[in-house]
């Protein structure tokens, strides 16, 4: 994580100073999108391995690394933080209880676009795999990009993460519920294009293919596409 974050910062200073270097093609970078409930931080841990395993290219996954510097970059509080990464929405008088005190909360639109800058950020230095936070809508202008979407039916997605959290049933299914919908409310906070507009190279079912039929499936149109 420290590395990530001097990266950034150190990407950030050199746009800042340095007007005459050539910049070079952003990229490539593969965005992972997930229905709540799909192994999105399982299938992109797959993928960079075996990348790295046969094509010997150091790729990156990040996920909350992005919150983590969205945090250090505007000072938030870890309150505002976890607002964030659960996506959940604070009420009026809470925004004007941050303000009144010592907590400090910079704004809608000042998080959206940082948070876009810091995953664009990401995405240009390259060889990143992007999971979550809305990557397709701020990386698809990218011409080395490749982006994946994992869907599921509601019940697999359930049951799924019943076993991961050893939790009931009905508690499984008020989670992935309330999750789904609060995703929905983020992607539509971050969503330049509608959501109609926006296509994946490729979809799965995870209900019906494998991991490695996922990661076998990737590696081919990565490689037919050059991206890796």
């Given at each position: 994580?420290?590395?990530?974050?001097?990266?950034?910062?150190?990407?950030?200073?050199?746009?800042?100073?340095?007007?005459?270097?050539?910049?070079?093609?952003?990229?490539?970078?593969?965005?992972?999108?997930?229905?709540?409930?799909?192994?999105?931080?399982?299938?992109?841990?797959?993928?960079?391995?075996?990348?790295?395993?046969?094509?010997?290219?150091?790729?990156?996954?990040?996920?909350?690394?992005?919150?983590?510097?969205?945090?250090?970059?505007?000072?938030?509080?870890?309150?505002?933080v976890n607002d964030i990464a659960?996506?959940?929405?604070?009420?009026?008088?809470?925004?004007?209880?941050?303000?009144?005190?010592?907590?400090?909360?910079?704004?809608?639109?000042?998080?959206?676009?940082?948070?876009?800058?810091?995953?664009?950020?990401?995405?240009?230095?390259?060889?990143?795999?992007?999971?979550?936070?809305?990557?397709?809508?701020?990386?698809?202008?990218?011409?080395?990009?490749?982006?994946?979407?994992?869907?599921?039916?509601?019940?697999?997605?359930?049951?799924y993460m019943s076993a991961k959290?050893?939790?009931?049933?009905?508690?499984?299914?008020?989670?992935?519920?309330?999750?789904?919908?609060?995703?929905?409310?983020?992607?539509?906070?971050?969503?330049?294009?509608k959501k109609e507009d926006i296509?994946?190279?490729?979809?799965?079912?995870?209900?019906?293919?494998?991991?490695?039929?996922?990661?076998?499936?990737?590696?081919?149109?990565?490689?037919?596409?050059?991206?890796?």
């Amino acid at each position: 994580m420290d590395n990530l974050l001097i990266d950034y910062f150190h990407n950030r200073m050199e746009r800042t100073t340095s007007k005459v270097e050539e910049v070079k093609e952003p990229g490539p970078v593969i965005t992972l999108s997930r229905d709540y409930g799909c192994p999105g931080k399982r299938i992109a841990t797959l993928l960079v391995e075996r990348i790295k395993a046969e094509k010997q290219t150091d790729w990156t996954m990040i996920s909350k690394e992005i919150l983590e510097t969205l945090a250090t970059e505007l000072k938030l509080n870890p309150s505002v933080v976890n607002d964030i990464a659960h996506f959940e929405d604070r009420g009026l008088g809470d925004y004007l209880a941050l303000l009144l005190s010592k907590d400090y909360y910079p704004g809608e639109q000042k998080i959206k676009n940082t948070l876009s800058e810091i995953i664009l950020s990401f995405a240009k230095k390259g060889h990143t795999i992007i999971v979550g936070r809305a990557g397709i809508y701020i990386t698809k202008q990218i011409e080395k990009s490749y982006h994946i979407k994992l869907f599921a039916p509601i019940e697999w997605r359930i049951d799924y993460m019943s076993a991961k959290m050893s939790i009931s049933y009905p508690d499984a299914m008020r989670l992935v519920e309330d999750m789904s919908r609060k995703r929905e409310q983020f992607l539509k906070f971050f969503a330049v294009q509608k959501k109609e507009d926006i296509t994946f190279d490729a979809t799965f079912d995870c209900s019906q293919v494998s991991d490695d039929e996922i990661i076998s499936h990737v590696m081919a149109d990565l490689e037919k596409k050059g991206i890796v």
